[in-house]
């Protein structure tokens, strides 16, 4: 059975922030970009069109980056980057400015998949909001925590041990009006009722 050709799913254009003092000035390399980048192309059918952004840890820079990039058509924006509880991180406090609605399922999701792995992660405040039709998702700053909480935990045989919260993007997206994201099962299989599932593409 051939591949599905990527013009056959819908395009959309998701923007990428990496909120890091330090990386924003070149004191040293940035991985959330490449990591969010590199997890999304192989979650994703879809043709995707990144906006990437790296900038420091300010909320009003950080907000301004957000109206950005949403007034820019991306439908889904995933920050990376200042969630913990240091005096620098503001990452939550810019995001909820921006927010027409809160989300919180996503957090406490993340927040469950973490503590799998490290007690700390009671610590990390990612909050996930809706402006205008663009989910905004806060992710940890660790490449491997990036994947983990997008993507799951999962058992030897490879079957779902725990859902990662990228399963249920897709799904408000099409809520919100966004285009319809096809995911590759392997990765990360999304859920959609019955009622809202596309029928497959010849």
Known sequence: MSAVPASS????????????????????????????????????????????RLIPDEQA????????????????????????????????EATLAVAHKEMPGFGEQMRQISLRFVPTAILSRQVAVIRDRTLILNLPGQPKAIAETLEGLKHADGSQAVPGI???????????????LQTDDEVCKAFRPKSALRPPAD
């Not at 990376?80 to 990452?91: I, N, W």
């Open 61 to 92: 820079r950080i907000s301004q980056t957000l109206i950005e990039l949403v007034d820019a058509g991306c439908s889904l924006v995933l920050t990376t980057g200042g969630t913990g509880p240091a005096l620098r991180d503001v990452t939550p």
């Open 166 to 180: 990228f399963a249920a993007v897709p799904y408000c997206i099409d809520l919100i009006g966004g285009p319809y």
């Open 9 to 52: 799913f819908d395009p959309v254009k998701i923007g990428i922030v990496s909120v890091s003092d330090r990386a924003s000035t070149g004191v040293y390399e940035d991985k959330g970009l490449p990591a969010l980048k590199d997890w999304l192309a192989r979650a994703l059918k879809n043709p995707i069109t990144f906006e990437p």
